[in-house]
């Protein structure tokens, strides 16, 4: 497993280095210093921010830089359609900007801080002091590669001079394809999440601006294909649409450039042959493109199958006193005082509910269901850092369980005690009944 | 002085013990007509095969158009055949379902890109403008042998080959289809070379060579 | 001045504005979204609040009918090129291609060439038009119209819109309003095998002037200005109550929001310390009794939160136990509905209207016979060549060069 995440990490740092070397026509020395220097600065900043940013909040500022850069794309690739299908307007060409010295240097070390950064999310454990050793042989390697893969560069099969859509499409890609082999710098899910709540939104808005009965007047199969578009599937489809429409409108705008005029050539053949050049080099270029989705999709296959291994304890049967409550004792069977999530089952009167008990960083517990209010109730299991729901493969920070909203697992009220906790086992049981009602009424019925 | 277009020395093709062509000296000029006449056997169409890229020689030295045509790699080769030459044979080799004009298509698709308004524009130069939309089992033989014409200079050759292209043909169209190879060669200027059987077909050319077994026995040049 | 108006208005009149601006609020959702459950209700809010995000989701329709004015007059200039013949209106970028002929040959010749290739030909003494196929021109017009129409409607939704919710009850007036002496006749619900709907619900109205009026379900029924939109089905029952400590008892019309039958809606009994806790039950047939009329009601009676007593009680019957009666003898039917006025329903519905019939046009238009255009016209020194085409480029390319090859032919013929 762990060989597996270190051979796309050093995939993904081959690739960024091929393509930066083919993408600029500048001097290789100075490129591979760039890429050098960026990547162990990236290491470097990467365990900078993990040993002073407390919880989450490193993860979160890098999920913000590369989701910043996603959006760049995104508008980068908006830009290109807009060039390649305007009229009279001509396609400005990456070559002045790649045989540029400066650019190109700066980039390089731009991407290097990037992927450098990444690593060191991967390598460098979190919180405390900077574990010197480790980021040295972390930077250390990524020079090594550096030099190595800028060796097999050479012997890459040359590339039509890419513009700069085409270049972004396939550095990102190969970052995204980095960052998602890391669950906790993911970008797919929650991207997903995010596009399954906009459309649940959009639709309930529309139902509500146009004026729209609700479901009782409905025919039931009419409102089982509305409630599709509630399902996870929609968000999964919709997140791919997001995940890699930059990439295809950079296909677009390759594909629907103007084949240049032939009409000053009197002679068929030699027209036609101009003309099926064009169409090759066009056809050519869409090479980049592909191999951009190719990496996407690589990313979202890590997302959707994270290659980790999670803590997930099988429930613990409980029940309560007759005064209805549940107590749990903080030692015993189970010792809640590891820092692991423990997962308990309350059955009463042919009704269940799942719930779990987290003792968190600051030493005290939060008591959840094992189900959020969005999803149907798969249930959560525990990384490094996080748990995550198995349904929307969500990652919610250990800081944040307990926590309402999202898809966070809803927080139960209890009481401490001096050696455990007590839980309401009625309201436990209402809790559980209200939370999987509504999210197996429509949302995610599919599953 | 006009220039060489074909330049041979010492071509020579064997196919295991069989010699078909035996070192063959030859140059033809730019534009220039040349018959080749012999009996069957005599290596006429080896030599054909050979100007055409369609077959490799044993030894010997092959230039046309400047390219040396022994070294030429295998998508070399490929695209001399299809930017350089262009064949007539005597079976025409035209594709049965598909219309006269989508056979010349067919021809601009190996090439480049199919372009039909061209391609009824060449169906029209050899006078089958009425007939575009006949599949070749509609035509007559001169008229396939037209269609066969078109095919081959749509690509615009420099080098039309002709395998017996008249060997199907009666008098009349045999007649019909050298005046038009004769009108497009004023028009086109591509050098013709033409096997034959027929001493009234081989007339039409500039030069005729004559081959026997292998070699090259007689030239007369057109007035001889 | 002029020149940063001149910039204004090709910002104002760009492609890429409308995407650009989707774009942002997307960015802002997002945002809102990292911190709020309901970020399309706060972004709309920020939007209605805000006069530049109002202004800035303006300039989408704005743009759009920037550019259906500019693209319209694109349109007719090159068709009056066309019908004219004249070479005076012609510009580069009007077409995709343009080539000057140094010479000036006739025309005639070509008119045959090109008609048999299946273009409509039209000559006058100076110029040849051909084309042929159908132009998606008017596709993008009711494209252009539809995101007029969508996005004014959007901002018309969120800026006027206003909601007022009303209880219906039959028989009883519509207090809202100058509808005090507007009385509600009748409310029902039927059985309906719709498209959509597999109920049909109908509010009968009197209005104080003896005109009658009916109200359905959808598309929306107006009263005065505003468009009914039926929220939630309940009944009004007639309940009577005693208790041990009640013996008075106590008789109301309740109203209860009690259907489909199992939602629970409960009741105070005012002045005492009791809570009724209501709901329908689903009739032994499967019938809906909200359709039928025929129903009995499930009840809890708590006293300060106990349970003191629970049953079942028909219409027109009682259930006694422990001291403690509930009668159930009529009822009438409720719809708890919002009285909406909003400016923004029909353009929006329009604007769908639009984009269907948009798709329904580019469709065919563009790829079973896409429009494709040559234009031969008399210039100063020569003749020039433009041709455009909408699909089918490559294949329409070749007419072209055709007819260029042929001019060219005519040329060394005569020469």
Known sequence: MGALKLTVLILAWGGIIIVLGRGFSVNRLLLAVSNATGFAAGVAVGALLLSTLQGDASFAVAKAVLSALFLLHWLVSLAALYRSTGEGTTVERFQKMSNNPLSAACCSIAVGILAGTICSFRFIPQGGEVPLLTVVIVGFSGVCLTAFFFGVEQFVPKMPVPTAEVLMAIVVSFILFASSSIPRLDLFSPLVMKVMKLIHDIVHQFFESMLIPDHLFFRPEVWNYIGLLFGNRVGLWGGMLIWFTPVLLVAAAIRLERLPSVAHIRQGAERRTLLKAHIRERRTRLVAPLIAGVMLAAAVFQSRFPAVEYWDPKPLKVAATPSGSIFIPLTGEIDLKDGKIHKFLFKERGRDARFMVLQNSAGGYTVTLDACSICKPDGYGQTEGAVICYYCKTLIPLETVGKPGGCNPVPVPFMMEKNGIAIDGAALLNLWGITVQATNRVKGAAR | ?224 | MRRIGNVFFSVLSSRALPPLVMVFFLIMYAGIAVFSDEALAMLMAQIRRNPFLTILLALIPLNAVIRLVRETARFLRRRRLIKTGRCEGLVPGMFDEMIDLSFSPSLARLQEQLAATGYRVQATETSLAAWRGVTVFPARILFLAGMIFLFSGILFSLTTRTTRREMLIEGEPLSWATGERDRIENVSLQEHAGLFFNRALTVKLATHDGIRKTFGLYPPSRYQGAFLYPRYLGIAPLVRFSAPDLPGGFETHYILMIYPPGKEDSADIPGTAYRVFFSLAPAESGDDPFITGRMALLFRVLKEKEPVATGRVLLGGESSKGGYRLGFPDFRRVVATDFVRDHGVIPIWMALVFFAAALLWWLPARFISPRREIFFVQGFNGIHAVSRAEGMRIRHGGVFHAALDSLENNRATHD
């Open chain 2, 1 to 224: 002085m006009m220039d060489v277009l074909i330049e041979t020395r010492g071509l020579t093709r064997n196919y295991g013990e069989i010699c078909a062509l035996k070192p063959l000296d030859l140059r033809v000029n730019n534009g220039e007509w040349l018959s080749i006449m012999g009996h069957s056997g005599s290596g006429k169409s080896t030599l054909l095969n050979l100007l055409g890229g369609l077959d490799r020689p044993s030894d010997g030295f092959i230039r046309v158009g400047g390219e040396d045509l022994r070294v030429l790699s295998e998508d070399g080769m490929a695209r001399y055949r299809r930017e350089f030459v262009g064949i007539i044979f005597q079976q025409h080799h035209l594709i049965p379902y598909l219309t006269a004009v989508e056979n010349i298509m067919m021809a601009q698709y190996f090439h480049s890109v199919p372009d039909e308004a061209e391609a009824r524009t060449a169906l029209e130069r050899v006078g089958l403008g009425h007939r575009l939309k006949n599949r070749p089992g509609e035509l007559s033989g001169g008229e396939q042998q037209r269609v066969c014409i078109a095919r081959a200079i749509i690509n615009s050759p420099r080098l039309l080959l002709g395998d017996e292209p008249t060997g199907n043909l009666d008098h009349g169209s045999t007649r019909v289809v050298m005046e038009l190879l004769s009108e497009l060669r004023a028009e086109e200027q591509f050098t013709i070379i033409m096997v034959t059987h027929n001493h009234e077909v081989a007339a039409w050319g500039d030069r005729t060579i004559y081959l026997d077994d292998g070699v090259m026995v007689r030239e007369e040049l057109k007035g001889d």
